[in-house]
């Protein structure tokens, strides 16, 4: 639905109120922050009293026990004012009037040419040209900012982004951007600043962050890297190659890897490992329609390993029983010597 001025206003006084909300919370947040920094405090200054107590009365090791617990107690000092005055700063800005969340909803529209406003569903969304990063085409996006979700503010459940020309990356059809899961952004170190200018109600940096982020490519921490984009994922270990470096199993009708696919040594047929077997002699690699079986025990093997239908041990035991019989013949045949009775 694209805003007249009317709307607009009404918009801005919807943003300020969720605004409002989510800033009564920071002041309840405040207040457990506060008591943080104040329990270990408290808690040294008991141990400081119970160690006046040790010394008067020379009970060292009960002493040492309590140094102890002091040291335990300033390591959770450091952290907890960290967080007190991280929450103290993001008080320190007034919450922006409503003529200042209507001129940032104007330069959205500015600053993206389109801007519209889901009433129904409280979704504010603006709209990027289409991108590429590193030769890879991955469409245009739509960023949306869900309006009801302000007050609740955790990470960026507040934002999605929306592939409206999907190029998503070959192994998995979920991630639409390197930076973007199920429509949800990771937006690595941009995640306070975009938190930041939305609680200050500075809307239109929100998306200008949020789209920086969209055209920009950080290597150390994509949900797919660029470089594996348009690759393969190998059925057995999941590696993700290019065409040029997979097989198609023919009997199990998956893709594989190099290191995961291989050739039957008789027919050459490009097989995944775990379909192909090996000759039980020689123990060369070959699918199960090339085996042969031996004639006489049945088992099975590469006709390599066969002659005449025997397998090694097969002959040898043949040739055994004829020399036997060849033997046998000759002893019931009489010699031209030996005189007929």
């Known amino acids: 639905m694209e805003l007249i001025d009317k709307q607009w206003l009404k918009l801005a006084d919807s943003i300020r109120h969720q605004l409002q909300t989510y800033r009564i919370q920071q002041y309840s947040d405040l207040r457990s922050l506060i008591y943080n920094v104040s329990l270990p405090q408290g808690h040294l200054e008991m141990i400081r009293q119970a160690l006046d107590k040790c010394s008067y009365k020379n009970w060292w090791a009960a002493a040492k026990k309590l140094t102890l617990k002091a040291k335990k107690s300033l390591q959770d000092i450091p952290s907890a004012v960290s967080k007190l005055e991280y929450a103290l700063a993001a008080l320190d800005p007034p919450l922006p009037a409503n003529r200042d969340i ?17 009433q129904d569903e409280n979704i504010l969304s603006a709209y990027t040209d289409p991108i590429e990063l590193e030769d890879i085409y991955l469409g245009d996006f739509q ?3 869900h309006l009801s979700h ?19 990356a070959a192994c998995n059809d979920a991630v639409t951007h390197p930076h973007v899961s199920d429509e949800y952004l990771c937006a690595g170190d941009a995640t306070a600043s975009i938190q930041n200018a ?4 500075r809307i239109c940096d929100v998306f200008i962050l949020v789209r920086s982020v969209l055209e920009t490519y950080n290597s150390l921490s994509p949900y797919v890297s660029l470089n594996e984009w348009d690759g393969i994922s190998c059925y ?3 590696y993700i190659a290019t065409e040029e470096e997979t097989f198609y199993c023919e009997s199990c009708d998956h893709i594989f890897c190099l290191e995961c696919s291989s050739l039957c040594h008789f ?8 379909c192909l077997t090996s000759c039980p002699v020689c123990e060369i690699s070959i699918c199960e329609s090339c085996l042969q079986t031996c004639k006489e025990c049945e088992e099975t093997m590469c006709e390599s390993c066969l002659e005449d239908g025997l397998c090694a041990s097969c002959r040898e035991d043949k040739e055994t029983d004829d ?8 002893c019931e045949i009489p010699s031209s010597n030996q005189q007929v009775a």
């Open 323 to 330: 020399e036997k019989e060849t033997k046998e013949i000759k």
């Open 143 to 145: 960023i949306q900012l």
């Open 102 to 118: 209507y001129a940032e909803l104007k330069q959205i529209q500015e600053e993206f040419g389109r801007l519209e406003y889901d």
């Open 236 to 238: 057995e270990c999941g």
């Open 267 to 274: 027919c050459e047929t490009s097989m995944c490992i775990s």
């Open 198 to 201: 939305l609680i200050n109600g």
């Open 150 to 168: 302000i007050s609740a503010m955790k990470n960026n459940n507040f934002l999605k982004v929306i592939a409206l020309d999907p190029h998503p």
